[in-house]
C-alpha cells in the first residue's frame, strides 16, 4: 500500500479512490493483531509518553491517554490544504466513507473530490512528506508535552524503548533516544525491531537489542 501511494494517477478522481481505501484501511479499520492493546498492558500503569511517526491512529484507539501522545508525522484521519494557505487541519472520516461507497470502476464521483474550504485548490493529507506539511496547534501542543515530559525526566530512570523503527527518519526516534541514553547515567535503551536491532558500542551495559516480532516480544515480557 504504502508504494502504490507513490503511483502517478492520472486524475484526482482515481488518486482518491485509492486514497480512500488506503486510508479507511490504516486508519479507521481496527490493526489486524493486538500488539497495541499488548503494549498498552505493559505500560498503562507506569509514567509514560509515545513519540511515533506512525500516522494511523491505534494508539489511541487502543486505550493509550491522548495527552501523552505525540504524532509527529501527521494523521492519515486529517486532512489539509495542498498548498498550503492556512495551517488548519480537517477530520476526513465522512468524506472518505463517502468516497467508498461512491466510488465505481477505480474511480469516484467528481463532486467528492476535497477542495480546499478557503482558497479552492487541492486538500491532500496531512502527512508529513515535504515542507507543506501543516503544523498545527494540536501538533504544537503536543510537541511541548513531550518536550516538557523529557525535561522532567532528565536524571530519572527511565526505559528509552523503541519499537521498529527503521532508517526512513531515524532523527526522530532513534538517534534522539541513543543520545538521551548515552547522557542519562540512570537511563536504560531497548529496542526490538526485526532484522535491525542494534546500537552504537557507546550503550554497552545500559542497553538490550531483540531481534523479533514486536507483539511476540510483548506477549513474552508480559
Known amino acids: 500500500m504504502y508504494s502504490g501511494g507513490f503511483y502517478p494517477f492520472e486524475t484526482l478522481e482515481e488518486h482518491w479512490a485509492y486514497w480512500s481505501r488506503y486510508i479507511y484501511i ?8 493486538d500488539t497495541y492493546k499488548r503494549l498498552f498492558e505493559l505500560v498503562k500503569d507506569k509514567d509514560y509518553f509515545v513519540l511515533t511517526t506512525n500516522v494511523d491512529h491505534q494508539f489511541q484507539k487502543s486505550g493509550f491517554d491522548k495527552q501523552r501522545l505525540f ?6 484521519g486529517l486532512f489539509q490544504c495542498s498548498e498550503p494557505c492556512h495551517n488548519e487541519v480537517y477530520d476526513n ?14 474511480r469516484i464521483p467528481s463532486e467528492l473530490i476535497p477542495k480546499c474550504p478557503k482558497c479552492g485548490k487541492p486538500i491532500t493529507m496531512n502527512l508529513r ?3 507543506t506539511f ?10 511541548e508535552r513531550y518536550s516538557d515530559f523529557i525535561r522532567r525526566h532528565q536524571n530519572s530512570n527511565i ?4 519499537l521498529g523503527v ?5 532523527v526522530i526516534i532513534k538517534y534522539p533516544f541513543w543520545q538521551m541514553t548515552a547522557k542519562n547515567p540512570n537511563a536504560f535503551y531497548a529496542c526490538v ?11 554497552k551495559g545500559k542497553s538490550v537489542c531483540i531481534d523479533g516480532n514486536i507483539l511476540d516480544v510483548i506477549s513474552e515480557i508480559l
Open 71 to 76: 504524532y509527529t508525522q501527521g494523521d492519515y
Open 134 to 143: 501543516v503544523q498545527d496547534e494540536g501538533w504544537y501542543r503536543a510537541s
Open 166 to 170: 527503521g532508517f526512513n527518519t531515524p
Open 26 to 33: 490504516n486508519r479507521y479499520m481496527n490493526a489486524p493483531n
Open 159 to 162: 526505559l528509552f524503548l523503541e
Open 129 to 131: 512528506c515535504d515542507d
Open 93 to 106: 472520516e465522512e468524506i472518505i466513507c463517502r468516497m467508498i461507497a461512491g466510488q465505481k470502476d477505480m
Open 193 to 203: 525491531n526485526f532484522g535491525e536491532a542494534f546500537c552504537p558500542k557507546e550503550l
